[in-house]
Nanobody, 125 residues
Framework: QVQLVESGGGLVQPGGSLRLSCAAS????????MGWFRQAPGKEREFVAA????????YYADSVKGRFTISRDNAKRTVYLQMNSLKPEDTAVYYC??????????????????WGQGTQVTVSS
């Protein structure tokens, strides 16, 4: 069992930066691959980024590649999403998720076992 709690969302101007954190509890946290997803009003939840159990491999959606960076600190049981050069279209509720699937990563929400409650990110002038 893994519990996830996101933080760090807020209101930021276009071109600004935010860093999201996802704190995990549960002794088996380091066994899970982690991902960040987002969901804008009226849209489906979409993949943003994923990271392997060790943190050595990362994967990104094309829409955020070069602007967002996912990382994890297994000692602190925390996953991060550094978001730079934010755009209005990045506005959404951001969720972190933990998955035990066998593939290197997954962009499909259904493959993830545990989810946080989400944190709102609003990019607006």
């Amino acid at each position: 069992q893994v519990q996830l709690v996101e933080s760090g969302g807020g209101l930021v101007q276009p071109g600004g930066s935010l860093r999201l954190s996802c704190a995990a509890s549960g002794r088996t946290y380091s066994n899970y691959k982690m991902g960040w997803f987002r969901q804008a009003p009226g849209k489906e939840r979409e993949f943003v980024a994923a990271i392997s159990r060790s943190g050595g491999s990362t994967y990104y959606a094309d829409s955020v590649k070069g602007r967002f960076t996912i990382s994890r600190d297994n000692a602190k049981r925390t996953v991060y999403l550094q978001m730079n050069s934010l755009k209005p279209e990045d506005t959404a509720v951001y969720y972190c998720a933990a998955g035990s699937f066998s593939a290197a990563y997954s962009y499909t929400p259904d493959y993830y076992n545990y989810w946080g409650q989400g944190t709102q990110v609003t990019v607006s002038s």
